[in-house]
């Protein structure tokens, strides 16, 4: 699926847009973009939103409104959430102990620490935010869950790439081009190499404005639980003139407490999984 970045305020932003492999899927990527702002559409909006052809997206409005995922409002020309796709964002958010478990800890950590954080996963050649809690303070960067952002250039990915054997690095990154967002942007695959291997060794990276002017990024792995490779990462950022390198470095340790008490509640879950099967 495309996932294209508009520009926000001179940052990028991932942008959803409605493009599918299937018809199903493209319908849903509709939802997506309707559901990205608080405001009700009407099809002329939504053609101008996304560039689809008029009669297109009147068939996939339909398609939507008959199975009750999106409703007419009362003057008949925009539409809004149905009843029951609402309902089924209610019962995702009620049943999702462990997201809100998770949330609550990144929450306790921004409370610590004072900079926005993230929970990250490898997702192929990308890294995809999974949760993030935005620091109180007044200078910072919009970022949301959902973005995705590229493996090479940023703290969680290069933490994810130092777990990987030197061939697994190298067939990943053969399919993801190096390229340089920034002019600190590690674009040479050994000098990369090296990066990786440093933070092999450290057990945490930095990201010092390789993706986005004026940020740095610190991230450490969230243990798995049994020695094996890890998949979640926890990620601080901040602008680089609150944050430095070094100072980076001194919250550390409070980054692996909030990482243990994620591996906990994982363990947890699994074990609840394993007992009710």
Not at 90 to 118: F, K, M, P, Y
Not at 162 to 189: F, I
Not at 202 to 218: Q, R, S, T, W
Not at 246 to 251: D, M, N, R, S
């Amino acid at each position: 699926m495309i996932r294209p970045m508009k520009i926000v305020k001179g940052l990028p932003v991932e942008a959803a847009e409605p493009a599918g492999d299937t018809p199903t899927m493209r319908l849903f990527a509709l939802l997506e973009v309707m559901a990205a702002k608080d405001q009700r559409y009407s099809l002329q909006g939504l053609v101008e939103e996304t560039g689809l052809p008029k009669p297109t997206l009147h068939r996939m409005l339909q398609q939507l409104e008959g199975a009750g995922l999106l409703q007419r409002e009362g003057d008949g020309r925009h539409y809004g959430i149905g009843t029951r796709l609402r309902r089924l964002a209610e019962n995702l958010l009620l049943n999702d102990s462990l997201h809100g478990a998770r949330h609550t800890v990144l929450r306790q950590l921004v409370e610590e620490i004072g900079e926005s954080c993230n929970l990250t996963a490898l997702s192929g050649s990308e890294v995809v935010y999974l949760d993030r809690v935005e620091t109180a303070a007044p200078l910072r960067f919009y970022l949301h869950s959902g973005s995705r952002v590229p493996v090479h250039c940023s703290a969680s990915g290069k933490i994810f790439l130092s777990q990987m054997s030197p061939a697994q690095r190298r067939r990943l990154l053969s399919n993801a081009p190096l390229e340089p967002y920034t002019p600190k942007t590690l674009t040479d695959p050994d000098a990369l190499e090296k990066e990786v291997q440093r933070i092999r060794k450290d057990g945490y990276a930095i990201d010092h404005e390789e993706f986005l002017p004026g940020l740095l990024c610190i991230a450490t792995l969230v243990p798995s639980g049994d020695d094996a490779p890890s998949n979640l990462c926890i990620a601080v950022q901040a602008p680089v003139m609150r944050l430095d390198a070094a100072k980076a470095k001194t919250l550390l340790p409070a980054m692996q407490r909030a990482a243990k008490a994620l591996s906990r509640i994982d363990a947890s879950a699994a074990f609840s999984d394993r007992a009710q099967a």
